[in-house]
């Protein structure tokens, strides 16, 4: 069973958007293009905040990104957003440093590292696994995305410690704070919970589901 989810989404809106979204595209040749309409299409979904303020995205990044790779529904779509207009604000002490560790280790020049960074960064204050409230399929899509637009990062979490837990692990050893009970990850206690299973399932395919 996945972990409590803190706010349920809209499960008709979300399967649907993603649907609109990606048009018959193929997920996995059209990678990109697939991970931003998961967590378009999941952050929409969610009640209690506006799609922006979900994402962690200006309203001119949210456009920009519609208009980059969802021209078809780029319209139908903005008519029925809903932004708070300061969507990309810090929602918590540490996400402008996680976003910056992402900034700073993007593998593309294009704007969708500067989205993902945005939305990864907001994404990881969610309660589930990372993968999950990005709207991802599973864990290796999150691999995949982390290979293809942080490289840096995919290299150095080279043990596949949990992503949450290797941001912050990084944060922290970039400013001189130790939090590991042990100098060595197969001696800790805590080795089950930074490498254990991120089982579970798909937010957003549960939704679909749902909604069949």
């Known amino acids: ?8 989404p809209d499960a008709m809106l979300a399967g649907e ?7 018959g595209a193929d997920r996995d040749r059209d990678f990109t293009r697939h991970v931003l309409a998961c967590s378009l299409a999941l952050a929409h979904g969610e009640r209690g905040r506006k799609l922006d303020a ?16 969802f021209p078809h529904a780029a319209a139908f779509v ?27 280790n993007r593998a593309t020049n294009g704007p969708e590292g500067v989205w993902l960074a945005h939305i990864i960064a907001r994404r990881s ?29 995919a290299l150095a979490n080279m043990r596949d410690m949990k992503w949450k837990k290797f941001f912050y692990r ?8 130790l939090i590991c009970k ?17 089982d579970g399932h798909s937010l957003l395919a549960q939704n679909a589901r749902v909604s069949a």
């Open 182 to 198: 042990s100098p060595v990850c197969d001696n800790c206690d805590d080795f089950a919970i930074c490498f254990g299973a991120e």
């Open 78 to 104: 903005a008519d029925r957003l809903a932004f708070d207009g300061q969507g990309d604000q810090p929602a918590s002490l540490e996400e402008p440093d996680l976003r910056q560790l992402l900034l700073d």
């Open 125 to 153: 204050l969610e309660s589930n696994h990372l993968w999950q409230d990005l709207g991802l399929r599973d864990r290796s899509d999150l691999s995949r995305l982390m290979r293809d637009f942080f490289t840096p990062l």
């Open 54 to 69: 979900a994402l962690g995205l200006s309203a001119n990044h949210v456009t920009a990104l519609l208009l980059t790779h």
């Open 1 to 8: 069973m996945p972990r409590s989810i803190r706010r349920r």
């Open 170 to 177: 990084t944060l922290c050893q970039n400013e001189g704070v």
């Open 17 to 23: 958007l993603y649907r609109l979204l990606m048009a």
